[in-house]
């Protein structure tokens, strides 16, 4: 017998097996012997009660044993495997190719970027020299932007595929257990690129190949299906069918398909600020207590509202996280966040955004289908401007509201350094009043959040650009056999829609051949 069922237990208890099996079985009113076996399946912190509690959902299995989960096999693939072609290594692309081989076909990835090992060097410069290298940084290489991030697995996408086998194909490759459990998983920035790794190794040992530093510069396609492809202006590959898993930094990319007619359209993003204050004010702020707050994770925050007709909504939360550069080309500036698997920095950081749409680019860009893009450039490169530099435009919440330049920053953990700036003038009038209207109301919810310092500019919270697709075959609308997925193509936003995206493109492209599990 299956009894699903709650329980409640304290911080000092939620891991020990014991504990949890005598709170199953006096909840249900029996032996703890009678029962064979507790299954956790979903684990959250509540910090709503005034010592905070953790809640867990279990399974409880009574005189029978719990269904054995079907393993992931990844054989070795024949010789006379049919090709799927990928472009980028990032979720979409990995999980992606581990799908195909799941299916008996052979991924051939192309990555615009280097190996992990050897995009940590890029990063390091970017960080410490301010030296953008527009094919090896935070957003391009193996792993893609997700890589160095805090690794947040949460999505909302639960619907859209089978979240519970993305979790576990990470977990069978080194992320941690409690991954499988906790209501708002992640990885951290440590752990994420030896997952990379042996993502890789495994393709590679199943007769799979991954070329690094091969950029995709053109696709060539005729009678509507696609032809070939050309890696790095000089080398065609014959493909049949195309995986586009390039990320929503790829710009070059909407401008290809731009350029060859084929359709695109701009879609909503968000811009806004990172906004960081100490860990401790945000552990006290959720925990209510110092106290409590030394026992329990680093705490974390959202926060949505509607402000001036836009939403305005937190974004990325890293709790015990740094504020670390995303800039792509030189000229440009950009910002994200990110976490070790511990969260053990001083700092917390999160997006602060406001939604944007064609209201705010038509009249610069007028009906261009990468009028989004340009305007999201367009920030950029003013924010460059203002400091010449990876340094960061930065100012007070408070100052940013009352419209004055901050006379003096607090420390941060940007390690590119800050500039006093009011970040007013980096953003238009109408998107100013919207961020600060939101702002104000933050500090409404969360007393003090307008003592927090605004870095500049988040800009990159979703593609600006929707590489349009059959809703049915997930193909391109005007070319058969180009499958566009993931963030770059505007249909996923984070590591785990993004995984999800990817694998069921990959059934798709395996139907397109007569395949299927």
Same mark, same amino acid.
């Given at each position: 017998?299956?009894?699903?069922?709650?329980?409640?237990?304290?911080?000092?208890?939620?891991?020990?097996?014991?504990?949890?099996?005598?709170?199953?079985?006096?909840?249900?009113?029996?032996?703890?012997?009678?029962?064979?076996?507790?299954?956790?399946?979903?684990?959250?912190?509540?910090?709503?009660?005034?010592?905070?509690?953790?809640?867990?959902?279990?399974?409880?299995?009574?005189?029978?044993?719990?269904?054995?989960? %079907?393993? *992931?096999?990844? @054989?070795?693939? #024949?010789?006379? &495997?049919?090709?799927?072609?990928? !472009?980028?290594?990032? +979720?979409?692309?990995?999980?992606?190719?581990?799908?195909?081989?799941?299916?008996?076909?052979?991924?051939?990835?192309?990555?615009?970027?280097?190996?992990?090992?050897?995009?940590?060097?890029?990063?390091?410069?970017?960080?410490?020299?301010?030296?953008?290298?527009?094919?090896?940084?935070?957003?391009?290489?193996?792993?893609?932007?997700?890589?160095?991030?805090?690794?947040?697995?949460?999505?909302?996408?639960?619907?859209?595929?089978?979240? %519970?086998? *993305?979790?576990? @194909?990470?977990? #069978?490759?080194? &992320?941690?257990?409690?991954?499988? !459990?906790?209501?708002? +998983?992640?990885?951290?920035?440590?752990?994420?690129?030896?997952?990379?790794?042996?993502?890789?190794?495994?393709?590679?040992?199943?007769?799979?190949?991954?070329?690094?530093?091969?950029?995709?510069?053109?696709?060539?396609?005729?009678?509507?299906?696609?032809?070939?492809?050309?890696?790095?202006?000089?080398?065609?590959?014959?493909?049949?069918?195309?995986?586009?898993?390039?990320?929503?930094?790829?710009?070059?990319?909407?401008?290809?398909?731009?350029?060859?007619?084929?359709?695109?359209?701009?879609?909503?993003?968000?811009?806004?600020?990172? !906004?960081?204050?100490?860990?401790?004010?945000?552990?006290?702020?959720?925990?209510?207590?110092?106290?409590?707050?030394?026992?329990?994770?680093?705490?974390?925050?959202?926060?949505?509202?509607?402000?001036?007709?836009?939403?305005?909504?937190?974004?990325?939360?890293?709790?015990?996280?740094?504020?670390?550069?995303?800039?792509?080309?030189?000229?440009?500036?950009?910002?994200?966040?990110?976490?070790?698997?511990?969260?053990?920095?001083?700092?917390?950081?999160?997006?602060?955004?406001?939604?944007?749409?064609?209201?705010?680019?038509?009249?610069?860009?007028?009906?261009?289908?990468?009028?989004?893009?340009?305007?999201?450039?367009?920030?950029?490169?003013?924010?460059?401007?203002?400091?010449?530099?990876?340094?960061?435009?930065?100012?007070?919440?408070?100052?940013?509201?009352?419209?004055?330049?901050?006379?003096?920053?607090?420390?941060?953990?940007?390690?590119?350094?800050?500039?006093?700036?009011?970040?007013?003038?980096?953003?238009?009038?109408?998107?100013?009043?919207?961020?600060?209207?939101?702002?104000?109301?933050?500090?409404?919810?969360?007393?003090?959040?307008?003592?927090?310092?605004?870095?500049?500019?988040?800009?990159?919270?979703?593609?600006?650009?929707?590489?349009?697709?059959?809703?049915?075959?997930?193909?391109?609308?005007?070319?058969?056999?180009?499958?566009?997925?993931?963030?770059?193509?505007?249909?996923?936003?984070?590591?785990?829609?993004?995984?999800?995206?990817?694998?069921?493109?990959?059934?798709?492209?395996?139907?397109?051949?007569?395949?299927?599990?």
């Amino acid at each position: 017998m299956k009894s699903s069922i709650e329980i409640v237990l304290r911080q000092d208890e939620v891991h020990n097996d014991l504990r949890i099996k005598s709170e199953c079985a006096n909840q249900l009113r029996i032996r703890k012997e009678e029962i064979t076996a507790v299954s956790v399946e979903k684990r959250s912190l509540d910090a709503r009660p005034k010592v905070p509690i953790y809640r867990l959902s279990c399974n409880v299995y009574v005189n029978e044993n719990p269904p054995e989960l %079907k393993r *992931i096999e990844y @054989v070795n693939l #024949s010789d006379t &495997a049919p090709v799927v072609h990928i !472009i980028g290594f990032g +979720p979409a692309g990995m999980f992606a190719a581990l799908r195909l081989i799941e299916h008996g076909i052979k991924p051939v990835i192309f990555e615009r970027g280097k190996p992990v090992q050897e995009r940590r060097r890029d990063i390091r410069n970017l960080m410490q020299e301010h030296n953008v290298n527009p094919e090896s940084n935070y957003c391009f290489g193996e792993g893609g932007a997700g890589t160095f991030s805090d690794g947040k697995l949460y999505t909302r996408s639960t619907k859209k595929g089978d979240v %519970k086998k *993305i979790l576990r @194909v990470l977990n #069978s490759f080194g &992320a941690s257990a409690d991954i499988l !459990i906790d209501a708002h +998983p992640h990885i951290g920035s440590n752990v994420l690129p030896k997952i990379v790794v042996r993502i890789r190794e495994t393709i590679i040992s199943c007769g799979g190949e991954i070329h690094f530093n091969s950029k995709l510069t053109d696709i060539k396609y005729a009678d509507n299906k696609i032809q070939s492809i050309v890696i790095n202006d000089t080398e065609e590959h014959e493909c049949g069918s195309l995986i586009l898993a390039t990320g929503h930094s790829a710009r070059d990319i909407y401008n290809l398909f731009n350029t060859k007619k084929l359709f695109i359209e701009p879609k909503p993003f968000a811009v806004g600020f990172r !906004i960081e204050h100490s860990q401790e004010y945000i552990n006290e702020l959720r925990y209510r207590s110092k106290e409590h707050s030394h026992n329990l994770p680093a705490a974390e925050y959202s926060f949505t509202c509607q402000s001036e007709g836009r939403g305005a909504f937190s974004f990325c939360m890293c709790p015990g996280g740094i504020v670390v550069p995303a800039s792509t080309a030189g000229g440009e500036l950009v910002l994200n966040g990110m976490s070790v698997s511990k969260r053990n920095s001083r700092f917390a950081n999160s997006g602060f955004v406001v939604t944007v749409d064609e209201k705010d680019w038509s009249k610069e860009f007028q009906d261009s289908p990468l009028a989004g893009m340009q305007y999201q450039a367009g920030i950029e490169g003013k924010a460059f401007q203002m400091t010449s530099s990876q340094r960061a435009p930065a100012q007070r919440a408070i100052d940013f509201i009352d419209g004055v330049e901050s006379k003096e920053l607090p420390e941060s953990s940007y390690i590119p350094g800050l500039e006093s700036i009011n970040l007013n003038n980096l953003f238009s009038k109408s998107v100013s009043t919207s961020l600060k209207h939101a702002l104000q109301a933050a500090e409404i919810k969360m007393k003090g959040y307008s003592n927090g310092l605004l870095l500049a500019p988040e800009t990159r919270t979703s593609s600006p650009v929707r590489i349009t697709r059959n809703s049915e075959t997930r193909q391109h609308t005007q070319v058969q056999g180009l499958f566009p997925v993931g963030e770059g193509a505007g249909y996923a936003g984070g590591i785990m829609s993004a995984a999800i995206d990817g694998e069921l493109s990959a059934d798709s492209a395996a139907g397109l051949l007569g395949i299927s599990l």
